[in-house]
């Protein structure tokens, strides 16, 4: 035979049932939370990627200058001209100043994290250096947000 339970039991069943799950309003405030959570952690992460950007372009600045220093020294103390330019780390230039000792520097050419090679101009119109070597930044145009040797 069965027991029909008591209606004091039946209402803890509902309780205890109602408590086991989340209403929709409870999960909605939740995703919400974790969406200005998400979005604020994304808003501060993107500062840190800049200035990441930057300081790897003053990085690769130096490599540069160290690569053209030992460029100058196996040539006589004589950079690249304006026309030989970077490229000349990379392959044998021709023209004048032909190099006496050269070797490849480079692999390939260096590019800046936004994809676009680094500039040379010689002689230096910024630099206290013989040369100005710089990253066009993130506009890539030579403008105030270029980042050099300078």
Not at 24 to 31: A, D, F, K, R, W
């Amino acid at each position: 035979m069965k027991t029909v339970p008591s209606s004091s039991r039946r209402h803890r069943l509902r309780s205890l049932r109602r408590a086991a799950g989340f209403t929709l309003v409870e999960l909605v405030i939740v995703l919400t939370i974790i969406g200005i959570l998400a979005g604020s952690g994304i808003y501060l992460l993107m500062g840190v990627i800049d200035d990441a950007k930057v300081t790897r372009v003053e990085d690769d600045l130096k490599q540069l200058d160290l690569t053209l220093k030992m460029y100058e020294r196996n040539n006589y103390f004589k950079p690249p001209s304006q026309d030989q330019g970077l490229a000349a780390l990379v392959t044998k230039p021709s023209g004048d100043p032909q190099p006496k000792t050269w070797r490849q520097y480079l692999k390939e050419p260096m590019l800046d994290p936004w994809g676009n090679e680094y500039q040379y101009r010689f002689p230096a119109q910024k630099s206290k250096e013989k040369y100005d070597i710089y990253s066009l930044g993130e506009d890539g145009v030579e403008s105030d947000d270029d980042i050099g040797n300078w």
